[in-house]
């Protein structure tokens, strides 16, 4: 706009309204309000603008009538802009300005919550006739608004197979952190799996209030076409079994828990499965290759006749190994110690499982090996390994309950018949948590360090390992960098 239309030199007519203005509880049958003189004109409030209520694509809103001042020359021409809460927007000459300019506005003033909110409003003409113009500013007039935004509740209830589809139950009530239901509107719940179709639905605290009797007459969430099974997607709240159907994760997602998380406000939801670690299932490795060689599967050969494999994925459902293995050397995979039931060896050139008259695993050339053990489809895989490999003398335990010596707390060899590669200390005993790596050679140019514990993949110059008090056999690979603290 040009510089002449805000010069002080300007004509500038101010009129406010003294007058009160009435309650507007009820915003569908209000009258419009009183209006405000504006020069020779005047402004009026219109009734409470919903946005609930109004088509989520409209682009206008009315926020107030304008009957424009009077001018004596017809070369003059009228702009409006509004003041909300002292924010300029556009006004148009019908009274209307953008709705989601508004709708934005009213959110970041107030929140997203569907309440009547009130923004003080001011509306300023400038008449203009291209050389000279005139300004002429209302007085203030109310601009009531209601947010769109679904009605979130205070409270929501997970009901189904996880709880017996006991009704009214609190033992799964879903969080969202605390706080204002709008300003955070996600909820989560954990609920266990029950090895079978784990059917449910979520409600709100006012279907939990209407109490057993009335509990299936009220609001449910959960799919808008009955038998989905979707894990992802948008729900619907509504009459149970008529707007909102059941959820369903089925029992072929393996899974100990299931995380629920429902967005409110988006009317989104997503169901994780969680599987909890555990303790990793080990299996070990036996043979005339192995440790010492003497094919001894005793309970108590661990780290001199029998090498563990290492958990090898978050969920410990995979295993591997990285050692040298001398041509023609035979060796199996052993589930227990003490016992040949469960096994892996030869047959007819492929590797098989539980038979007893399995010949050994043999390389057919020297090298280093990877095997890797995926427990989840039961598949054993041996591939040439061709990464750097270094050969240690020693391997120790630096840590705060040492002193950080490199060369103290001395890991034993597991290995004796070929290149070693595997480390144990047996009874490592902390009285408190403390912190270590893995060293070796007495010095810090090769040491190993990760942030996770009692399983983890350490590298060169990593984070301290977190060591929680308690007593373990400590198992450690140079070549994978893995290791994993058994508690005894």
Known sequence: MKKF???????????????????????????????????????????????????????????????????????????????????????????????????????????????????????KSVMSNGTTATTIMSGEFPVKVIPNAPKISSAYYYVGTSNGWTPCDETYKLDNGGGDVYANPVFTVVVPATGEDNWFKIYSQETMDLGVDGFWGGDFIGYAVNGENELTGNFVEGANDQVAFAFMIPASIRADKYRLTFDMMNRTFEFEPIKELGTPDLWYLVGSCIGDGSWGNAADALGTALIPMYPASDNYSILSYIGYFPAGQGFKLIHTPGNWDEQWGMGDGALVKNDGGSSDIKMDEDGYYEIVYDMEYDVVTITKYTGAVGVFNIMGMPGDYQDWNPGGTLMSRMSSVVENHDWIIKGATYATDTELKFAADAGWNNNWGSSTFPVGAGVNNGPNIPVAAGTYNVIFNDILGRYYFIAQ
């Open 5 to 123: 239309l805000y010069i002080a030199a300007m004509t500038m007519l101010l009129a406010s309204c003294t007058e009160d203005f009435k309650d507007w509880a009820n915003p569908q049958s209000n009258p419009q309000g009183e209006a405000v003189t504006f020069g020779t004109g005047s402004v009026a409030p219109v009734d409470v603008i919903d946005f609930t209520q109004l088509p989520a694509d409209i682009e206008m809103v009315k926020v107030c009538d304008i009957t424009a001042p009077a001018s004596n020359d017809t070369t003059y021409k009228p702009e409006y802009i509004i003041y909300l809460n002292d924010q300029p927007f556009v006004l148009n000459m019908d009274g209307t300005m953008d709705a989601k300019e508004l709708q934005l506005f009213v959110v970041q003033q107030f929140g997203q919550a569907p309440e009547v909110r009130e923004l003080t409003a001011r509306v």
